[in-house]
């Protein structure tokens, strides 16, 4: 039962982040400037630093779920596109704009998209996997 609320949970914060993404993309193209304008937006800001940290709680939860074949292999695969999206992006940085590469954010980047890209499922899962 409690894998249900996790699960349910989830969806729910999910839907909505979502819908208030898209009242806040309206509140923005708009250009509505009012006091309820602005709570929003601070609820919004609030609302969304929740669901990172909700998110990577439900995740490091879930991979409690995961066979250790299968979490060996995301964890290769984790590595693997973390080391292929900073060296693209550095690569480009100097390329393109011919400037000092931040590595501090380069790194902060690419972790964040590859953690999104191996792990984003495991929110989701509901049973045991062996």
């Excluded at 400037?33 to 602005?38: K, P, S, Y």
């Amino acid at each position: 039962m409690r894998r249900n609320i996790l699960l349910f949970s989830t969806k729910f914060l999910c839907t909505l982040f979502i819908i208030c993404t898209i009242i806040m993309l309206f509140i923005a193209y708009k250009d509505i400037d009012n006091n309820i304008a602005t709570k929003f937006g601070m609820c919004y800001f609030y609302l969304t630093l929740f669901i990172v940290i909700y998110m990577l709680f439900s995740t490091i939860l879930n991979l409690r779920k995961l066979g250790w074949i299968e979490l060996k292999e995301r964890i290769l695969r984790f590595i693997f596109i973390f080391i292929l999206f900073f060296s693209v992006k550095c690569g480009f940085d100097y390329i393109i704009r011919h400037l000092e590469i931040d590595l501090l954010d380069e790194l902060k980047s690419a972790l964040s998209i590859a953690f999104i890209f191996i792990f984003s499922d495991i929110m989701f899962l509901e049973k045991r996997k062996n």
